[in-house]
């Protein structure tokens, strides 16, 4: 089955750290470019990072330059997260999503909701 | 800073037609910020509508078409029903390694 399924998410305290994790399935990870994008509670959807395929490039919004790393283990067809000094406007559903044809995303995640709150 | 505009919500009438756009703060869209489209419900993950400007998705129907109006993307729905009552997100690629979502558009069907 095609799919993408992140984890990770919770509860945690302004300047805090948190790892956001997604196992991809029932296609070739390792060929595939994939982001990171965020949906605050009743807003709209955020591009957050992208990463090529063999990790060569990494683009980040500015919104979260230099707290947040993308990475990815291809053995294990896992994508991730890390993010640090989390401020009360990083809460939001994070999503990871397949870069496709056109630059466009064609599979999302089911997503997972980090809250950021003393 | 790039912000891509849409109209916050647009109304339509079962069985009519409704376009919506997707503006660029800093000048016009062209296909080569290859416009991509997304449906979302709430609660739900969204659905790609459309890539490249005018390239349906799989299985998305013929109603749906995308094209460049003027200096903006558009997302044109044709014969609207009403689980086409939605949120509708464009994005476009800015430059190289950074993709922008517009505000999206709450669509009504009434």
């Known amino acids: 089955q095609v799919q993408l399924v992140e984890s990770g998410g919770g509860v945690v305290q302004p300047g805090g750290s948190l790892r956001l994790s997604c196992v991809a399935s029932?296609?070739?990870?390792?060929?595939?470019?994939m982001h990171w994008v965020r949906q605050a509670p009743g807003k709209g959807l955020e591009w957050v990072t992208f990463t090529r395929y063999d990790e060569s490039h990494k683009w980040y919004a500015d919104s979260v330059k230099g707290r947040f790393t993308i990475s990815r283990d291809n053995s294990k067809n896992t994508l991730y997260l890390q993010m640090n000094s989390l401020r009360p406007e990083d809460t939001a559903v994070y999503y990871c999503a397949k870069m496709s044809i056109g630059q466009s995303f064609d599979l999302w995640g089911q997503g997972t909701l980090v809250t950021v709150s003393s | 800073q790039t912000v891509v505009t849409q109209e916050p919500s647009f109304s339509v009438s079962p069985g009519g037609t409704v376009t919506l756009t997707c503006g660029l703060n800093s000048g016009s869209v062209s296909t080569s910020h290859l416009p991509s489209w997304y449906q979302q419900t709430p609660g739900q993950t969204p659905r790609t509508l459309m890539y490249n400007t005018n390239t349906r998705s799989s299985g998305v129907p013929d109603r749906f078409s995308g094209s460049i109006l003027g200096n903006k993307a558009a997302l044109t729905i044709t014969g609207a029903q009403a689980d086409d009552e939605s949120d509708y997100y464009c994005v476009l690629y800015v430059t190289t390694g950074i993709w922008v979502f517009g505000g999206g558009t709450k669509l009504t069907v009434l």
């Open positions: 029932g296609f070739t990870f390792s060929i595939s470019g």
